[in-house]
């Protein structure tokens, strides 16, 4: 039985006609011989304003009741795909995710996929039934309740069902036909890459492109699941991402990513003693601050500084636990200095591994170009820096000419 899994994004199934439009691709996989478990995401808009209305009722919502409400949105579009695809004379059922089962952790809004059960839709493509149209972004968690998998995890449960299928591809339809080099809306010298390896998508992913959701490319490089990200309304060929072995010959910088609300937190006059990191980042980990890049300072006399970045919209939760951190007595420094409008541009490319020089030439063609850096930070596949807001155009055109990726493919 060859299975393929087809994951439709909310602009994919944005109303009625998009839906159908949907259903006609699903419907000639059908005709090439495909089992086809499609993957829908709420209509575009949809878990917005769910969201707004469980924040509206309740001020400090109960998790449990928040998955319940959002994790309507798929169940709309799952029935409604079947519907068409029914009407289309394609055998289709719907799935929420308690019925497959997938099972999840209990953390609520942001559960983690545990088991997928494949027996009850393998009986049913075993009955004759040909497509499977599940709810996307959602599980069942021990206790028996809906849980969500959080933003963006629609691509994740796709991954996961094609990784627990061993599916010959998952094809994520979206709004975009591909993976470009950047966004193209910066510079129109972005191209899109025909393929990228796995490991490349993740840092890109996790350096602010926001094609797919992060974990759903750990789950793809964990299992090998080739992804293939493509549009729903062009027939044009998507970027394949999939793993290093099958690309020939790997860029040095296959992207430039970037995230544009970034805050940074500079905290001064630290008694330099081991614990010290532990100290600051343990609290800022328990109060759920996403910590991003952290630099800590050579100490003089004993005194030290460190510098972390964080989404602007934890920095006050930042600062406050650093406040009562100290009140509290666990940290002792003499100063708190915070920063906003940041914004962190990263270049990523697997090459790297294998090239010197490519933290010299980017920082070469940002100072051409009068970009002063604040903080830099590089691992074995990417170098990113933080820079001021109102630079990141700027910054992400001359990387990509610097680098000539508007000569990639
Ligand atoms: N509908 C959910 C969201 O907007 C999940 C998804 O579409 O992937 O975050
Ligand atoms: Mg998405």
């Not at 003089?300 to 919209?313: I, K, L, N």
């Amino acid at each position: 039985m060859s299975i393929l899994v087809m994951k439709f994004g909310g602009t994919s199934v944005a109303d009625l006609d998009k839906i159908a439009n949907a259903s006609a691709r699903v419907k000639s996989e059908v005709a090439n011989g495909h089992k086809v478990i499609v993957v829908v995401s709420a209509m575009s808009g949809k878990t917005n304003e769910l969201v707004g209305w469980v924040r509206e009722t309740s001020k400090f919502y109960d998790a449990r009741e928040y998955d319940a409400v959002v994790a309507s949105g798929e169940i709309v579009t799952s029935g409604l795909m079947s519907l068409r695809l029914q009407d289309m004379g394609v055998d289709a059922r719907s799935w929420q995710g308690w019925q497959i089962p997938i099972e999840t952790t209990s953390a609520h809004g942001s559960a983690r996929i545990k088991n997928i059960g494949t027996e009850a839709i393998l009986a049913k493509f075993d009955e004759g039934i040909d497509v499977a149209v599940v709810a996307g972004f959602q599980g069942i968690s021990d206790e028996g309740r809906v849980t969500t998998l959080g933003r963006g995890g629609s691509d994740t449960t796709a991954v996961a069902l094609a990784a627990a299928f061993k599916a010959e591809r998952c094809d994520i339809y979206t709004d975009v036909d591909g993976v470009y080099t950047t966004d193209p809306r910066i510079t129109k010298k972005a191209t899109k890459l025909h393929k990228i390896a796995h490991e490349e998508m993740l840092e890109l992913a996790s350096a602010g492109a926001k094609v797919l959701q992060t974990r759903s490319v750990e789950l793809a490089m964990r299992y090998s699941v080739p992804l293939q990200v493509r549009s729903s309304f062009s027939d044009e060929p998507g970027t394949l991402v999939c793993s290093e072995e099958e690309i020939m010959e790997l860029n040095v910088v296959s992207g430039v990513a970037f995230s544009r609300d970034e805050a940074k937190v500079t905290i001064s006059g630290i008694e330099d003693t081991p614990g010290i990191a532990a100290a600051i980042f343990g609290p800022l980990a328990d109060a759920g601050v996403n910590v991003d890049m952290i630099v800590q300072d050579v100490s003089t006399q004993g005194v030290t500084a460190m510098t972390f970045s964080c989404p602007e919209d934890q920095l006050d939760l930042a600062v406050k636990t650093m406040e009562d951190a100290k009140s509290a007595g666990t940290i002792g420094f003499k100063d708190l200095r915070s920063e906003t409008d940041i914004a962190k541009v990263s270049i990523v490319g697997i090459g790297m591994r294998s090239h010197a020089g490519v933290a010299k030439q980017m920082f070469e063609a940002l100072a051409k170009d009068s970009v002063n850096i604040k903080v830099i930070s590089t691992s074995e596949i990417k170098v990113s820096v933080l820079v001021e807001q109102k630079y990141l155009e700027l910054a992400v055109q001359s990387l990509h000419d610097s680098f000539e990726l508007h000569k990639l493919s």
